[in-house]
C-alpha cells in the first residue's frame, strides 16, 4: 500500500471520527436545550384535585399515581402488592431493567444497545404503601389521571386473555413486576422521553423533549 493511499484512509477516518464527535456534540446540546424548554397544556381545573409524584435516580424517572384513580381491573391484572396505595410505572431498555440489577452490573455493549440500536422495551410497575420524602408532587384532576392512565395501558403488551403478558424471575423486590412492553427504546426515544410523553397525555407542564432526568425534573410540580 502506497503512501498516498494510507494518507487518504487516515484522512477520511479522520472526518469520520469528526462527523460521528459532531453528531454526539449535537445530539447533547438539543436534549439540553429542548430539556429547559416547556410546554404549554391548558389549564384543567377542578374542585378536588389528587397528588401524583415522580421519582428520579438520577438516571430514570417514574411516574406514580394513586391506586384510588386508577382503574380497578387494570390495576389487579399487575399483581399489585396488597395494601399498596401507590403505583410507580416505568418503561425502559429490556438490557438495562432485566441484565443491570446494580450498577456493578452495567455492560458498555447494553448502553451502546440501548442508545444506537432499537431494542426491545419492557415496562416496570412498582407498588408502594406510602410516598417517599424524596418523590416531587403535582396535583391533577380526575380527567387528566385518566388520560394518563389510557396512554400508560397502550405500552402493554397483551398476552393471554388480553392481559399484561408478565416477565417472571427479574423482580427487584417483593413489591415491583415487570411485564413485556410495546416499542423499541433508541436514543431519542428513551425511558424519560416516555414518561415525558405520558404527562403530555395528561396536559401537565414538561419539557417539550427530554431524553435524561433533568428536563423531567425541571418542571416537576410547576
Known amino acids: 500500500m502506497n503512501k498516498k493511499r494510507i494518507l487518504k484512509i487516515i ?15 449535537l445530539y447533547f446540546l438539543t436534549a439540553y436545550i429542548l430539556s429547559f424548554i416547556g410546554t404549554n397544556p391548558p389549564k384543567v381545573s377542578c374542585e378536588v384535585k389528587t397528588r401524583a409524584f415522580l421519582s428520579s435516580n438520577e438516571v430514570h424517572v417514574d411516574l406514580i399515581l394513586p ?6 381491573n387494570f390495576i389487579n391484572s399487575l399483581n399489585p402488592l396488597e395494601g399498596a396505595k401507590y403505583a410507580a410505572f416505568g418503561w425502559g431498555d429490556r438490557g438495562f431493567y432485566l ?3 446494580s450498577w456493578e452490573d452495567l455492560k458498555y455493549s447494553t448502553v451502546l444497545k440501548a442508545l444506537f440500536l432499537n431494542s426491545p422495551a419492557v415496562m416496570h410497575v412498582s407498588f408502594y404503601s406510602n410516598a417517599h420524602p424524596s418523590w416531587v408532587g403535582f396535583d391533577f384532576c380526575s380527567g387528566q389521571i ?5 396512554e400508560i395501558k397502550k405500552s402493554f403488551r ?7 403478558e408478565r416477565i417472571y424471575g427479574f423482580d427487584y423486590g417483593r413489591n ?4 413485556e412492553a410495546k ?4 436514543c431519542f426515544r428513551t425511558c424519560n422521553v416516555w ?8 396536559k401537565i407542564k414538561t419539557a417539550i423533549w427530554s431524553p435524561f432526568t433533568g428536563g423531567i425534573m425541571y418542571f416537576a410540580g410547576k
Do not use: H, Q, V, W
Not at 415491583?176 to 411485564?179: E, S, T, Y
Not at 416499542?183 to 433508541?186: A, D, F, L, Q, R
Open 11 to 25: 484522512r477520511y477516518l479522520g472526518f469520520s471520527l469528526l462527523g460521528l464527535i459532531g453528531l454526539i456534540a
Open 67 to 72: 391506586i384510588s384513580e386508577l382503574d380497578s
Open 99 to 101: 441484565e443491570t440489577p
Open 146 to 150: 385518566k388520560d394518563m392512565e389510557a
Open 158 to 164: 397483551s398476552g393471554k386473555e388480553d392481559l399484561p
Open 176 to 179: 415491583d413486576r415487570f411485564f
Open 183 to 186: 416499542g423499541s427504546y433508541n
Open 195 to 202: 414518561t415525558g410523553n405520558i404527562l403530555k397525555k395528561g
